[in-house]
């Protein structure tokens, strides 16, 4: 399990008909912080999101921009 890091990432994928971009930063942090910026619609995925996350970190500052 990843205890803590700083770093980016970004990944993109596409089909026909749309296009998902996700940003990740993370810098160090003493508790875990989850900031989740993305569109209405996909305002459902966010529970899971953070459920996923909490199951490799323990702590740090994650932004994740999801357009």
Known sequence: MIKSMTGFGRGEYADENRKFTVEIKSVNHRYLDVN??????????????????????QRGKIDIYIT
Do not use: C
Not at 38 to 54: A, D, V, Y
């Open 36 to 57: 989740i910026k993305m569109p209405k619609k996909l305002n459902f995925f966010e529970s899971s999101i953070r459920t996923l996350l909490k199951e490799y970190t």
